[in-house]
């Protein structure tokens, strides 16, 4: 029986040491990740802001605590080994796990500063919108906003916004588990420079557009109904030029390139331009505050919904009818 309880003690004090010995610097993940990728650990040490020696020190301390070799030193920078390969996927695996624990703890850092993280398109930042947040601010003192610009779409439902202030078409769809708000129906038109209508002339129709030199969007907007409209009426030879926003396509159109798809109210907020004719209302877009569900349960959001949604969508009814008259 002594015998026994000696060996079960040996065992165990191994079985410690194994572990002792074991991996435990998630950081050091890293480290091994900047050097295959980058191939050397000079060059790895620039991307991570360390001095070479210590990116070399850490890649032995981990080579020492897996009981691995990782690297052969060469001429040629790091060669990674089998074992380092067959490590990558884990190791980024690790380096996603991080990434998504600092973005939990962002997002439960800001619920409880009462900071409402809201994305729109540059555009979208005008005086009314700020008019609207200030008012919000005046009734609810305790809240605070992250306004965040952007001409990419930004996933709402994965954290990277609270609330959206985003343009649809009909192609559209949304995420069943989103908070949606209907705002505003926008209208399209077609519009030319000054400079361009006096030398081609304006298009008054459809059947006018083959004639004419087109501005058409790209990325995310590209598969918009009213882009695709445009290109099959007027034909890719006509195409001269894409953007990826209203404002690029804005300024492109200003320059005289060609025509270009913009927001009716442009008539009214951009005397540079001149508009050909509106299209049909199918070929517009939708106005929509989109809210991420769990960020919809901190009262100072659900609140903001609420308030928000309304108030702007009066805000374009009014700018329509001011189109109107």
Not at 24 to 37: N, P, Q, Y
Not at 280 to 286: F, M, N, V, Y
Request: charged fraction near 20%; aromatic fraction near 8%.
């Amino acid at each position: 029986m002594r015998g026994a309880i000696l060996l079960v003690s040996d065992a165990a004090l191994c079985c410690s040491a194994k572990m002792q010995s074991g991996f435990k610097e998630w950081s050091d993940v890293r480290v091994f990740l900047a050097v295959m990728r980058q191939g050397s650990t000079l060059a790895a040490a620039r991307v991570l802001g360390m001095n070479q020696t210590t990116v070399s020190r850490r890649i032995d301390v981990l080579e020492h605590s897996l009981g691995l070799k990782l690297f052969e030193k060469t001429t040629r920078g790091a060669v990674p080994t089998s074992d380092a390969t067959a490590l990558m996927d884990d190791a980024e695996s690790i380096e996603r796990c991080a990434a998504g624990f600092a973005k939990t703890a962002n997002s439960l850092r800001d619920a409880q500063t009462n900071t409402i993280r809201l994305t729109a398109i540059s555009d979208a930042f005008n005086d009314q919108f700020a008019a609207i947040l200030e008012e919000f601010k005046t009734r609810h003192g305790n809240a605070q906003f992250e306004l965040i610009s952007s001409e990419e779409r930004l996933d709402v439902l994965a954290g990277e916004a609270d609330v959206a202030v985003r343009l649809s078409n009909a192609k559209l769809a949304f995420e069943p588990s989103l908070i949606c708000r209907r705002m505003f129906e926008l209208p399209m038109s077609l519009f030319v420079s000054r400079a361009y209508a006096e030398k081609y002339g304006v298009p008054v129709g459809p059947s006018d557009l083959p004639n004419h030199k087109v501005v058409l969007f790209g990325g995310e907007l590209a598969t918009h109904p009213a882009n695709e409209w445009l290109l099959a009426q007027a034909g890719t030879a006509q195409v001269a030029m894409t953007c990826k926003d209203f404002r690029s396509i804005s300024t492109t159109v200003k320059m005289g390139v060609g025509i270009g798809i913009m927001p009716s109210r442009f008539k009214i907020t951009n005397p540079d331009l001149v508009q050909c004719f509106e299209l049909s209302s199918e070929l517009g877009s939708t106005g929509w505050l989109i809210v991420n569900p769990s960020a919809y349960r901190r009262p100072e959001v659900k609140a903001f919904t609420k308030f928000f949604a309304p108030r702007y969508a009066a805000y374009y009814r009014a700018t329509q009818q001011k189109d109107d008259a």
